[in-house]
């Protein structure tokens, strides 16, 4: 059973960083594209960052230059660094994954944390 496990979200001032981590776990081949999301209140599931196997990277417009996403292939681990956060950066946070299983990519969710930027 592959499981995604998220931490490092909470509550932090405005102009502050956090960083997330999502760790994938279970029986599998490889990951492809490791990817976080957001959903605000009210509001439809957002992409935040994609980062593919051999490292290259994408990101929400809302983000460019605040938001670092970084991945350890060895500790099958997505990071995301969150500097200069803005209150309108709070949602909960989701990080998915395409993961290799028994010869096909499946995609995987973590459970979400909620990230607060508030004063």
């Known amino acids: 059973q592959v499981q995604l496990v998220e931490s490092g979200g909470g509550l932090v001032q405005p102009g502050g960083s956090l960083r997330l981590s999502c760790a994938a776990s279970g029986s599998f081949v490889s990951i492809g594209d490791m990817a976080w999301y957001r959903q605000l209140l009210g509001k439809q599931r957002e992409l935040v960052a994609v980062i593919g196997s051999g490292g290259s990277t994408n990101y929400a417009d809302s983000v460019k230059g605040r938001f670092t996403v970084s991945r350890d292939n060895a500790k099958n681990t997505v990071y995301l660094r969150m500097d200069s956060l803005k209150p309108e950066d709070t949602a909960v946070y989701s990080c998915?994954?395409?993961?290799?299983?028994?010869?096909?990519?499946?995609?995987?969710w973590g459970q979400g944390t909620q990230v607060t930027v508030s004063s």
């Open positions: 998915n994954a395409a993961i290799k299983h028994l010869g096909v990519y499946y995609s995987y």
